[in-house]
């Protein structure tokens, strides 16, 4: 995976239930940085203990804004880190940008 994103982001975590709308389980303002691989992205994240969403929300400062499930996570090492499929975003090709 390459790293097309490294700097500050808003994070969301929610849970989806039985079909039900998403329930935010946890929001934070934090450093990250993302990767792209094939289909999918890697956020490095601050995770305080296990993951009990299966939904990621990355907003970056420009507003470029990111969602889509979790498929995988290791919240037991500094950073942690998620690996989510991207389906609902609004940007058209998302630029590499490391500060």
Not at 68 to 88: N, Q, R, S, Y
């Amino acid at each position: 995976m390459t790293y097309v994103y490294e700097g500050p982001a808003s994070i969301i975590v929610s849970g989806t239930y039985l079909g039900a709308d998403p329930v935010e389980l946890s929001r934070s303002e934090q450093t990250i940085a993302l990767k792209n691989g094939v289909g999918l992205f890697r956020a490095e994240v601050r995770l305080e203990g296990p993951i009990k969403g299966d939904h990621l929300h990355i907003t970056l400062p420009d507003g470029v804004w990111m969602s889509g499930g979790i498929v995988e996570d290791e919240p037991g090492h500094a950073p942690g880190w998620l690996v989510f499929c991207v389906t609902e975003n609004n940007f058209d090709s998302f630029p590499a940008r490391r500060p």
